[in-house]
């Protein structure tokens, strides 16, 4: 059974259709790459997947349970699911370890001491073991995400889904927080991952889609989508991501 299961799924907003029919399938232990230009709807696909946002068509299974199906527990669906976004959206008010063991409190309804032994794993787990006790807003954006992947991992996730989780981070600070992922997946966690970072997809992804006006125009298994692009809009694409101040020249 596959993880995450997407068949034929369209979503317009108004008169802009978003999504023209989207088919994609993550396995278990799987990190599939889900790369395309702005706009797109690659993080529409991401947030059908958590049902943050309803498919006009189509259906979405994850797990075996099918989201739009009236008997599913959508709750206990997306309490399977850990989401990582590029705003790491952590509890300012909250030290780091609280930040990582709310949920387990509050939705698990575990003890504190369980909550903080998952949690204080996690950390160490991210690097961040020795800031627990530090407020958000005293790390710097790398450390705030490694935060939120640890907060993510602390409620125990089957899958994870991240939407460009380095994109709002400094360059020199992206690489921790993609060595975080790298080992995430190296330990057979199941993961979606929607990323600018295509040396990332190419060496970690079993598998890219790239997404073009609400399709995937190509995917397959990461080499072959990066190396050997088939359709010319993969191919344009992935020369001004790759050669950014090549394409710049050519246009003046
Ligand atoms: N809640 C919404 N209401 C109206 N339009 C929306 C909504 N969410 C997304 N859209 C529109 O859907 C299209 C796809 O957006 P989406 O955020 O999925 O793209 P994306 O591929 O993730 O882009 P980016 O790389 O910039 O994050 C855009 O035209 C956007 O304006
Ligand atoms: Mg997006």
Do not use: W
């Not at 690489?175 to 979606?192: N, S």
């Not at 295509?198 to 298994?221: L, S, T, Y």
């Amino acid at each position: 059974m596959s993880a995450i299961s997407i068949h034929g799924v369209t979503k317009s907003f108004g008169d802009n259709h978003v999504l023209r029919g989207i088919d994609l399938e993550v396995e278990p232990g799987q990190v599939v790459c889900l790369i395309g230009p702005s706009g797109s709807g690659k993080s529409t696909v991401l947030r059908c997947v958590n049902l943050l946002e309803t498919p006009d068509e189509g259906t979405i299974t994850v797990d075996g349970a099918e989201l739009t199906d009236p008997d599913v527990d959508i709750d206990e669906v997306r309490r399977r699911i850990g989401l990582v976004f590029q705003q790491f959206n952590l509890f300012p008010h909250l030290t780091v370890l609280e930040n990582c063991t709310i949920a387990q409190l509050k939705v698990l309804g575990r003890s504190a001491e369980e909550a903080e032994a998952k949690a204080r794993i996690n950390l160490r787990k991210v690097g961040l073991a020795e800031k627990e006790d530090s407020y958000p807003h005293q790390l710097s954006g790398g450390q705030q995400q490694r935060v939120a992947i640890a907060r993510a991992l602390s409620v125990d996730p089957q899958l994870m889904l991240f939407d460009e989780p380095t994109s709002a981070l400094d360059p020199e600070l992206v690489g921790d927080v993609l060595a975080v992922m790298r080992e995430l997946a190296d330990a057979g966690m199941t993961m979606l991952v929607v990323t600018h970072e295509m040396a990332f997809a190419r060496e970690v992804a079993d598998h890219v889609a790239f997404m073009d006006g609400g399709v995937i125009v190509e995917q397959g298994p990461a080499a072959q989508v990066i190396d050997t692009p088939q359709h010319p809009r993969t191919r344009e694409f992935l020369r001004r991501v790759l050669h950014p101040t090549e394409v710049t020249l050519a246009e003046d």
